[in-house]
Protein backbone atom coordinates (compact mmCIF):
# COMPACT_ATOMS: atom_id res chain seq x y z
CA UNK A 1 0.00 0.00 0.00
CA UNK A 2 1.82 2.70 -0.89
CA UNK A 3 0.99 5.62 1.21
CA UNK A 4 2.30 8.62 -0.40
CA UNK A 5 1.80 8.81 -4.31
CA UNK A 6 4.06 11.12 -6.57
CA UNK A 7 3.63 12.37 -10.15
CA UNK A 8 4.83 12.95 -12.53
CA UNK A 9 7.28 10.14 -12.71
CA UNK A 10 9.48 12.38 -15.39
CA UNK A 11 9.51 15.64 -16.46
CA UNK A 12 11.56 17.85 -18.83
CA UNK A 13 10.69 21.68 -18.87
CA UNK A 14 12.87 25.01 -21.00
CA UNK A 15 15.61 26.52 -18.85
CA UNK A 16 13.82 29.30 -16.81
CA UNK A 17 10.48 27.04 -16.52
CA UNK A 18 8.56 26.14 -13.89
CA UNK A 19 8.26 22.57 -12.84
CA UNK A 20 5.44 20.87 -10.81
CA UNK A 21 5.91 17.98 -9.02
CA UNK A 22 2.72 16.75 -7.08
CA UNK A 23 2.10 14.11 -3.94
CA UNK A 24 -0.59 13.05 -2.41
CA UNK A 25 -0.66 11.03 0.94
CA UNK A 26 -3.73 9.24 2.49
CA UNK A 27 -2.71 8.96 6.38
CA UNK A 28 -3.97 12.10 8.48
CA UNK A 29 -1.62 11.19 11.15
CA UNK A 30 1.45 12.83 9.10
CA UNK A 31 2.59 16.03 10.28
CA UNK A 32 5.98 16.39 8.53
CA UNK A 33 6.41 16.59 4.56
CA UNK A 34 9.72 17.32 3.00
CA UNK A 35 11.24 17.20 -0.39
CA UNK A 36 14.58 15.40 -1.00
CA UNK A 37 16.89 16.16 -3.86
CA UNK A 38 18.96 13.58 -5.31
CA UNK A 39 21.49 13.67 -8.13
CA UNK A 40 22.94 10.42 -10.30
CA UNK A 41 25.56 8.31 -7.69
CA UNK A 42 24.71 10.44 -4.77
CA UNK A 43 22.68 10.09 -1.75
CA UNK A 44 19.04 12.15 -1.04
CA UNK A 45 19.68 15.37 0.65
CA UNK A 46 17.03 17.18 2.27
CA UNK A 47 15.67 20.51 -0.12
CA UNK A 48 12.66 21.82 1.50
CA UNK A 49 10.37 20.66 4.28
CA UNK A 50 6.59 22.11 5.73
CA UNK A 51 3.96 21.32 8.25
CA UNK A 52 0.76 21.31 7.94
CA UNK A 53 0.48 24.20 9.71
CA UNK A 54 1.25 26.54 6.95
CA UNK A 55 0.02 26.71 3.12
CA UNK A 56 3.53 27.70 1.78
CA UNK A 57 7.15 27.58 2.50
CA UNK A 58 8.96 29.20 0.21
CA UNK A 59 13.41 28.98 0.46
CA UNK A 60 14.93 30.31 -2.42
CA UNK A 61 13.38 29.16 -6.12
CA UNK A 62 11.94 26.44 -4.24
CA UNK A 63 8.47 26.41 -3.08
CA UNK A 64 6.13 24.05 -1.02
CA UNK A 65 2.29 24.19 -1.49
CA UNK A 66 0.24 22.41 1.08
CA UNK A 67 -3.09 21.43 0.87
CA UNK A 68 -4.08 19.75 4.13
CA UNK A 69 -8.06 19.68 2.89
CA UNK A 70 -7.23 17.72 0.04
CA UNK A 71 -4.12 15.63 1.32
CA UNK A 72 -1.65 16.88 -0.93
CA UNK A 73 1.46 18.90 -1.47
CA UNK A 74 3.55 20.11 -4.04
CA UNK A 75 6.80 21.45 -4.94
CA UNK A 76 7.37 24.28 -7.64
CA UNK A 77 10.68 25.08 -9.31
CA UNK A 78 11.11 28.53 -10.05
CA UNK A 79 13.51 29.73 -12.91
CA UNK A 80 14.98 26.54 -13.31
CA UNK A 81 18.44 25.81 -13.99
CA UNK A 82 20.43 22.76 -16.05
CA UNK A 83 21.99 22.10 -12.45
CA UNK A 84 18.48 21.64 -11.04
CA UNK A 85 18.15 18.73 -13.11
CA UNK A 86 18.45 15.54 -10.51
CA UNK A 87 15.39 13.05 -9.11
CA UNK A 88 12.91 14.83 -6.45
CA UNK A 89 11.31 13.02 -3.55
CA UNK A 90 8.50 14.07 -1.79
CA UNK A 91 8.48 11.48 2.21
CA UNK A 92 6.28 12.19 5.07
CA UNK A 93 6.48 11.35 8.73
CA UNK A 94 4.39 11.72 11.60
CA UNK A 95 5.55 12.95 15.16
CA UNK A 96 5.86 9.64 17.47
CA UNK A 97 6.27 7.44 14.43
CA UNK A 98 10.24 7.35 15.42
CA UNK A 99 10.88 9.94 11.90
CA UNK A 100 10.09 6.81 9.56
CA UNK A 101 9.76 8.88 6.53
CA UNK A 102 7.60 7.48 3.73
CA UNK A 103 8.77 8.53 0.46
CA UNK A 104 7.20 9.00 -2.60
CA UNK A 105 8.41 6.94 -6.00
CA UNK A 106 10.43 9.74 -7.13
CA UNK A 107 10.21 12.66 -10.37
CA UNK A 108 13.40 12.47 -12.42
CA UNK A 109 13.36 16.32 -13.82
CA UNK A 110 15.58 17.46 -16.72
CA UNK A 111 15.90 21.27 -17.01
CA UNK A 112 17.53 21.84 -20.86
CA UNK A 113 18.95 24.78 -21.89
CA UNK B 1 32.93 15.59 9.54
CA UNK B 2 32.49 13.16 6.89
CA UNK B 3 28.76 12.56 8.00
CA UNK B 4 27.59 9.32 6.85
CA UNK B 5 29.65 6.72 5.51
CA UNK B 6 28.85 3.31 3.45
CA UNK B 7 31.39 0.45 2.58
CA UNK B 8 31.44 -0.67 0.44
CA UNK B 9 30.33 1.21 -2.51
CA UNK B 10 29.67 -1.74 -4.72
CA UNK B 11 29.64 -5.51 -4.45
CA UNK B 12 28.91 -8.24 -6.62
CA UNK B 13 27.65 -11.21 -4.60
CA UNK B 14 26.09 -14.98 -6.26
CA UNK B 15 22.67 -15.93 -4.83
CA UNK B 16 23.01 -17.41 -1.24
CA UNK B 17 26.20 -15.95 -0.05
CA UNK B 18 26.17 -13.33 2.57
CA UNK B 19 27.52 -10.17 3.43
CA UNK B 20 27.53 -7.17 5.57
CA UNK B 21 26.74 -3.29 4.83
CA UNK B 22 28.59 -1.04 7.05
CA UNK B 23 27.71 2.43 7.91
CA UNK B 24 28.99 4.99 9.96
CA UNK B 25 27.86 8.56 10.88
CA UNK B 26 29.73 11.42 13.19
CA UNK B 27 27.39 13.51 13.88
CA UNK B 28 26.23 12.74 17.12
CA UNK B 29 22.75 11.56 15.92
CA UNK B 30 20.80 9.22 17.77
CA UNK B 31 18.63 7.80 15.13
CA UNK B 32 19.72 5.53 12.06
CA UNK B 33 18.04 3.90 9.57
CA UNK B 34 18.52 1.35 6.22
CA UNK B 35 17.01 2.06 3.04
CA UNK B 36 17.00 0.31 -0.49
CA UNK B 37 16.61 2.04 -3.69
CA UNK B 38 14.66 0.29 -6.41
CA UNK B 39 13.86 2.01 -9.95
CA UNK B 40 10.36 3.35 -9.80
CA UNK B 41 9.93 2.80 -5.98
CA UNK B 42 11.36 5.45 -4.14
CA UNK B 43 12.90 4.16 -1.26
CA UNK B 44 11.93 2.11 1.25
CA UNK B 45 12.41 1.28 4.68
CA UNK B 46 14.42 -1.78 5.47
CA UNK B 47 15.09 -1.22 9.20
CA UNK B 48 15.70 1.38 11.82
CA UNK B 49 17.41 2.42 15.09
CA UNK B 50 15.78 5.20 17.51
CA UNK B 51 18.53 5.10 19.34
CA UNK B 52 21.77 2.70 20.64
CA UNK B 53 20.52 -0.79 21.34
CA UNK B 54 17.42 -0.74 19.76
CA UNK B 55 16.13 -2.07 16.66
CA UNK B 56 12.78 -2.30 14.75
CA UNK B 57 11.52 -3.68 11.09
CA UNK B 58 10.32 -1.28 8.55
CA UNK B 59 8.18 -1.66 5.25
CA UNK B 60 10.59 -4.15 4.09
CA UNK B 61 12.44 -6.04 6.45
CA UNK B 62 12.69 -9.67 5.14
CA UNK B 63 15.76 -10.91 4.19
CA UNK B 64 18.02 -8.95 6.23
CA UNK B 65 18.69 -8.15 9.64
CA UNK B 66 20.78 -5.17 11.56
CA UNK B 67 22.90 -4.39 14.56
CA UNK B 68 23.44 -1.35 15.86
CA UNK B 69 27.03 -1.50 17.22
CA UNK B 70 27.24 1.61 19.39
CA UNK B 71 25.85 5.36 18.39
CA UNK B 72 27.97 5.34 15.27
CA UNK B 73 27.52 2.53 13.82
CA UNK B 74 24.97 0.47 12.64
CA UNK B 75 25.72 -2.73 9.76
CA UNK B 76 23.05 -4.31 7.19
CA UNK B 77 23.42 -8.00 6.83
CA UNK B 78 22.27 -9.99 4.44
CA UNK B 79 22.36 -13.80 5.43
CA UNK B 80 21.74 -15.09 2.12
CA UNK B 81 21.86 -12.80 -1.19
CA UNK B 82 18.94 -13.51 -3.28
CA UNK B 83 18.42 -11.98 -7.07
CA UNK B 84 15.25 -9.51 -5.28
CA UNK B 85 17.82 -7.68 -2.76
CA UNK B 86 19.79 -6.12 -5.88
CA UNK B 87 19.79 -2.67 -5.29
CA UNK B 88 20.83 0.71 -4.00
CA UNK B 89 21.34 0.64 -0.30
CA UNK B 90 21.53 4.04 1.32
CA UNK B 91 21.60 4.61 5.44
CA UNK B 92 20.57 7.52 6.71
CA UNK B 93 20.65 9.06 10.09
CA UNK B 94 19.15 12.03 12.27
CA UNK B 95 19.75 14.00 15.18
CA UNK B 96 17.56 14.89 18.35
CA UNK B 97 17.54 18.34 18.61
CA UNK B 98 15.76 21.18 19.79
CA UNK B 99 14.74 23.58 16.49
CA UNK B 100 12.44 23.23 13.42
CA UNK B 101 13.21 20.59 11.57
CA UNK B 102 16.55 19.45 12.47
CA UNK B 103 15.61 16.34 14.81
CA UNK B 104 13.66 15.00 11.34
CA UNK B 105 16.23 16.27 8.97
CA UNK B 106 17.45 12.32 7.12
CA UNK B 107 21.33 12.68 6.21
CA UNK B 108 22.01 10.20 3.79
CA UNK B 109 25.21 8.68 2.87
CA UNK B 110 26.64 7.97 -0.95
CA UNK B 111 24.92 4.32 -0.89
CA UNK B 112 25.77 0.96 -2.13
CA UNK B 113 25.45 -0.67 -5.31
CA UNK B 114 24.78 -4.49 -4.50
CA UNK B 115 24.32 -7.05 -7.67
CA UNK B 116 22.89 -10.45 -6.61
CA UNK B 117 23.59 -13.09 -9.43
Known amino acids: QQQVKQSPQSLIVQKGGIPIINCAYE??????FPWYQQFPGKGPALLIAIRPDVSEKKEGRFTISFNKSAKQFSLHIMDSQPGDSATYFC????????????FGTGTQLKVEL | NAGVTQTPKFQVLKTGQSMTLQCAQD?????MYWYRQDPGMGLRLIYY???????DKGEVPNGYNVSRLNKREFSLRLESAAPSQTSVYFCASSGKFAGTFIQETQYFGPGTRLLVL
Open chain 2, 27 to 31: MNHNS
Open chain 1, 27 to 32: NTAFDY
Open chain 1, 91 to 102: AASRAGGGNKLT
Open chain 2, 49 to 55: SASEGTT
